[in-house]
């Protein structure tokens, strides 16, 4: 609707609005999960009803917004979207910038329930926000490195912990869990130092997936299997949808049914663990493969010989070369 004007004041109009809806739905948020401590069950059910609504108004916001700075030609592709009848989820996705989490509230608002990100600790501290995520039973995890984990070989679950707890809280107040199952956004300096198999993707870290799995696998159908691109994107995407460039965005929803076979103890049956890392791996091609033939038939990548960690065909998608540099 106002795409039409030039990038610096559709720029000022974001960064008034988007602030605004976050702060206005964030402060009641913050202010009624002061009262959790009081541990009256009434009570707590009271303010995830509230909390759970204002988060609604957020996404709504959002994607008010979002439609409203930005002319986007949105291509969706995947399975129809099953009844959950009121039962929680699980949803996957690649990751490429800060922009997934509102496309991720747009593509599912009103078809799931509320959504649950995991969450890196450090953004506990961002203003108001923060803390609101934390009164809506965010899980914030935690990334430690090698040296940490032989100090303190504990460290190595905590994160699980903090899995565990965010599941047994989908059990009791329906939402969906989001899993950015790479744990970082994609750059092509990121895949080279991990030496990713894949031309456009991190390599999965499969953990906390498969413990939210085994939490609450008996109690939810299904896992959505969630893929976006952004292909006329280049660089800072999150920066581009403030100054209303995003262009096109590519979604592809593959709906997993929740079995056994991918529910188990990943923490202690290693013969599941294998298993369930050798499933995840395959959805994980099968979802660069989605990614290599869309930039094809949409003419973005030219390059016909395959690449070496996905670092050479990747640079040439605005999609898969976000080079947003916060981690």
Known sequence: MLAFLPSPLLLLINLILVPLNSVLCALPILILGLLRPLRLRKLNTLIDKVNYFFYRIWVWGNTCTLALTNRIDWRLSGDELPALNGKSCVVMSNHLSWADIIVIGNLYRGRIPITKFFMKHSLIYIPVIGLACY???MPFLRRYTKEQMLKDPSLKTR????????CRSLVNSPSSLINFVEGTRYTQQKAAAARSPYRHLMPPKCASLAV???N????IDYLFNTTIIYPENHGHIFADMFRGRLKVIYADIRVIK????ISGDYLNDKVYKHSFTMQVRKWWEEKDAW?????REGGYLKDDHPSDGGAPAAAQAGSTAGSETHS
């Open 216 to 219: 609450i696998g008996k109690d």
């Open 212 to 214: 939210a799995l085994g």
């Open 291 to 295: 990614i290599d033939e869309t930039l």
């Open 135 to 137: 009164a809506l039973g």
């Open 159 to 166: 994160d699980l912990e903090t899995t565990n707890r965010a």
């Open 258 to 261: 929740v079995t056994p076979e």
